[in-house]
Antibody, heavy 121, light 108 residues
Framework: QVQLVQSGAEVKKPGASVKVSCKTSGYNFAGSYMNWVRQAPGQRLEWMGW????????KYAQKFQGRVTMTRDTSISTVFLEMRGLRYDDTAVYYC??????????????WGQGTLVMVSS | SSELTQDPAVSVALGQTVRFTCQGDSLGNYYATWYQQKPGQAPLLVIY???NRPSGIPDRFSGSSSGNTASLTITGAQAGDEADYYC???????????FGGGTKLTVL
């Protein structure tokens, strides 16, 4: 069965960087886009971008351009989200979420368990 | 940029029917997607492409769309349906993913 297992919670100081991993199994890793979505406490879901694990192509939400990098390692079927210049309002749960298909690239049918990133001095 | 608007909260009596709405200009061009999110859990896809149910989602859940409004209907609400429901679509100009503010469902 499809599984997305994310790395553990992180506590970072303002200005620091964080890298979250999402290890996948149970499907053709290169065959599905991966979205990253975050959710601040009590707030709505917020799309950050996607990566095409096959081509390494990425698309980022304008809000995160220049501060976020999505990468993948096909040898271990894992995608990564790196965010730099962390601010207090980056405190959120970060989810990786597999795209349903190339056509429904914006539709996520399987989600990781979420990784809490807390920015605190 | 596009926005999706949802009612903040709705309640329904056990066994009755409840309808969620999602309004936004982008829905005139792109399909709606619906997610259910229970406290402390990741979202769960319940409707995609306006009206399609993924495998494993009960047929009590149905979706529709007309003009700039998409709807999710739960027929025969159960206590286990209590959750936040988010709609999603694409921004008209950038093709990026956008989410509504979510609707909190209470089953009485």
């Amino acid at each position: 069965q499809v599984q997305l297992v994310q790395s553990g919670a992180e506590v970072k100081k303002p200005g620091a960087s964080v890298k979250v991993s999402c290890k996948t199994s149970g499907y053709n890793f290169a065959g599905s886009y991966m979205n990253w979505v975050r959710q601040a406490p009590g707030q709505r879901l917020e799309w950050m971008g996607w990566i095409n694990p096959n081509s390494r192509g990425t698309k980022y939400a304008q809000k995160f351009q220049g501060r976020v990098t999505m990468t993948r390692d096909t040898s271990i079927s894992t995608v990564f989200l790196e965010m730099r210049g962390l601010r207090y309002d980056d405190t959120a749960v970060y989810y990786c979420a597999r795209s349903l298909s190339a056509y429904y690239f914006d539709t996520s049918d399987h989600w990781g368990q979420g990784t809490l990133v807390m920015v605190s001095s | 940029s596009s926005e999706l608007t949802q009612d903040p909260a709705v309640s329904v009596a056990l066994g009755q029917t409840v309808r969620f709405t999602c309004q936004g200009d982008s829905l005139g061009n792109y399909y709606a997607t619906w997610y259910q999110q229970k406290p402390g859990q990741a979202p769960l896809l319940v409707i995609y492409g306006d009206k399609n149910r993924p495998s494993g989602i009960p047929d009590r859940f149905s979706g529709s769309s007309s003009g700039n409004t998409a709807s999710l209907t739960i027929t025969g609400a159960q206590a286990g349906d209590e959750a936040d429901y988010y709609c999603s679509s694409r921004d008209t100009s950038s093709n990026h993913v956008i989410f509504g503010g979510g609707t909190k469902l209470t089953v009485l």
